[in-house]
């Protein structure tokens, strides 16, 4: 039977909720890694039955887990990935030279069609990728190599790559998104990069029209279409309709172009979801009301989405992983909140339920098809 597996990852852990195709009761399991930040766990595409998570403590650091049973149970796998080069030093924007850190992995993203092949992206801002199952991991070098990295500089939360988009028309093509860097691109398979930031606009840094610099949220890409990319930036919403070589606002009638997640419908690639934020300086929703706004027209022309959410008192955020669609025919859509909520939508984002309350702040949340 059709269903759904939402994977939510937390600051205590990770869970798995299942349902059928109806998606109104929930069956909850975890929280698996209890005590670990789970920053991301994502499920594969080419195979229902693995899971990934990228749980990280402050005593044993950084560590990938792999599930073959849908999340049931857990083994460590390829542990080694953050030794698999040498360290080096950045040269940071201020023009001091610094040893280049491995933090944490931000983002997983497994192949749409090859279960073994899955790409980490990690803090700082580099980029790995395991072709066996996470057994062996490669950092693709080229990308920490730049020539612009002095010009990159840490966001809030870090020098991290956050993003992963895979081309499935060009399996060459990987497009990924660093805090405060930008978005670059690779037209073969990693081996050189270039960055895609034409027309991005971000004031307080030395060139507000510079090549390198942005603080890119999140970057969304419906398959059919791969060259109409979708961004929220720190403070406007973008859209690219050339794989990233240009950029345009779509920010329109939104309450705040301040915000962290963005999606595309599954069936619908002019249909995209944002969750406005006050601002940089105060992460919660706007007038404390919680409201995903959805565009059909591919940006400009935005209506809340309310039923079902807390429109008043709310003062949660919702992270830059925490929002996901899934690709039942009617297309669920997803949120997950820093105050531990997971809402859920069967019918695109029209009405809404608390599929579950009260978890640790909920840092992703990944939606996998069953």
């Not at 850190?101 to 497994?110: A, D, G, K, M, T």
């Not at 930031?197 to 307080?204: E, H, R, V, W, Y």
């Not at 599954?266 to 940089?280: F, G, K, L, Q």
């Not at 209506?303 to 709310?314: D, F, K, R, S, Y």
Request: charged share 20%.
């Amino acid at each position: 039977m059709a269903g759904v597996r939402l994977l939510v990852g937390t600051r205590k852990g990770a869970f798995v909720l299942t349902s059928d195709e109806a998606r109104q009761h929930w069956d909850v399991q975890g929280p698996h890694f209890a005590g670990w930040e789970a920053y991301h766990v994502a499920g594969s595409p080419a195979d229902p039955d693995r899971v990934w998570a990228a749980p990280s403590s402050g005593w044993f650091g950084q560590v990938i887990q792999r599930s073959d049973d849908g999340g049931r149970t857990w083994d460590a796998v390829g542990n080694d990935f953050r030794y698999a080069t040498e360290a080096g030093q950045h040269q940071w924007y201020d023009g001091t030279l610094r040893p280049w850190e491995f933090s944490r992995v931000w983002h997983l993203e497994p192949s749409a069609t090859d279960p073994d092949l899955l790409y980490a992206g990690v803090q700082d801002a580099a980029l790995f990728r395991s072709a066996d199952g996470g057994a062996s991991w490669q950092e693709l070098t080229a990308l920490r190599e730049h020539e612009s990295g002095p010009q990159w500089q840490p966001g809030a939360g870090g020098m991290c790559l956050h993003t992963v988009l895979l081309d499935p028309t060009r399996p060459d093509r990987i497009t990924v998104a660093i805090s405060a860097a930008g978005v670059f691109r690779s037209d073969d398979a990693g081996q050189s990069w270039r960055p895609i930031n034409g027309g991005l606009l971000s004031d307080g840094i030395p060139a507000p029209a510079a090549s390198v610099g942005h603080c890119v949220h999140d970057l969304a890409m419906h398959p059919s279409r791969p060259d109409t990319l979708f961004m929220q930036k720190h403070w406007d919403v973008m859209r690219s309709d050339d794989g990233g070589e240009h950029w345009t606002e779509i920010s329109g009638n939104l309450p705040s172009d301040f915000g962290f997640p963005i999606a595309v419908h599954a069936h619908e690639p002019e249909t995209v979801y944002v969750v406005p934020i006050t601002s940089d300086g105060h992460h919660f929703p706007p007038e404390g009301k919680l409201r995903v706004y959805r565009s059909r027209t591919g940006g400009d022309e935005w209506e809340p989405l309310t039923a079902g959410l807390p429109q008043e008192h709310c003062y949660v955020d919702v992270l830059r992983d925490a929002m996901a669609v899934d690709a039942l025919d009617s297309c669920g859509v997803y949120v997950g909140t820093t105050g531990g909520q997971v809402y859920g939508s069967a019918d695109s984002g029209d009405t809404w339920q608390a599929i579950v309350r009260d978890l640790p702040p909920v840092l992703s949340v990944e939606a996998q098809t069953l």
